[in-house]
């Protein structure tokens, strides 16, 4: 099956600052990205939809500010939390779909700000 | 827009019980049905999905899911558990698009030995 790899795969940052994590689909061109965060013992939220070379999408509630999404290539899709806080901690996955409509998850990022 | 309930949070079961895992999802639309499995600190895989035909599908690893539309329903299944399948189950719907997948809030599924 396609693999979708994410980068890092844990993260411990300071509150106020900046995390990047990349979202790769290796073996097949993805069409749209999707940008989920899944809370301690609760299901997966969606965040957001990003296509490739066009402003993500955001679900109600998730501040676009907050969250900034890049789909620079048909392989590669980045969130940024910018000034994070302890409440972002959470486990955040992405998961891009092919071009045959078939989804593919990545093994999410553990982020943690103290 | 499309919801899903798993009304079980945890099932216990001893091996080689069968066990199901229940969901059921509401829309006003055509949509696909589907089942991940996570394990601990990692992501989803793909344990089956209902695209249409068969109403009965099934995954390489002794997992069933049957579609039932007039319940609104796509119950998980699998006649003998083994201690590897302790995860948690999530069932997910999704448009005929696939535009958006839409997760239940999961099912810790515990086979005790």
């Known amino acids: 099956g396609a693999v979708v790899s994410q980068h890092p795969s844990w993260v411990i940052c300071k509150s106020g600052t900046s995390v990047k994590i990349e979202c790769r689909s290796l073996?097949?061109?993805?069409?749209?990205m999707f940008w989920y965060r899944q809370f301690p013992k609760q299901s997966l939220m969606l965040m957001a939809t990003?296509?490739?070379?066009?402003?993500?999408?955001?679900e109600q509630g998730v501040e676009k500010d907050k969250f900034l999404i890049n789909h620079a290539s048909l392989t590669l899709s980045t969130l940024t939390v910018t000034s994070a806080h302890p409440e972002d901690s959470s486990f955040y996955i992405c998961?891009?779909?092919?071009?045959?409509?078939?989804?593919?998850f990545g093994p999410g990022t553990r982020l943690t700000v103290l | 827009a499309q919801s899903v309930t798993q009304l079980d949070s945890q099932v216990p079961v001893f091996e080689e019980a069968p066990v199901e895992l229940r969901c059921n999802y509401s829309?006003?639309?055509?949509?696909?049905l589907f089942w991940y499995v996570q394990y601990p600190n990692q992501g989803l895989q793909l344990l089956l999905k209902?695209?249409?035909?068969?109403?009965l599908v099934e995954s390489i690893n002794g997992f069933e899911a049957e579609f039932n539309k007039s319940q609104t329903s796509f119950h998980l299944r699998k006649p003998s558990v083994h201690i590897s399948d302790t995860a948690e189950y999530f069932c997910?719907?999704?448009?005929?698009?696939?535009?958006?997948?839409?997760f239940g809030s999961g099912t810790k599924l515990n086979v005790k030995p």
């Open positions: 998961s891009a779909r092919t071009f045959y409509n078939e989804q593919f």
């Open positions: 990003s296509n490739e070379g066009s402003k993500a999408t955001y």
């Open positions: 073996d097949f061109q993805a069409t749209t």
């Open positions: 829309s006003s639309v055509s949509v696909y």
């Open positions: 997910a719907v999704s448009g005929v698009n696939f535009n958006k997948f839409y």
């Open positions: 209902y695209l249409s035909g068969s109403t």
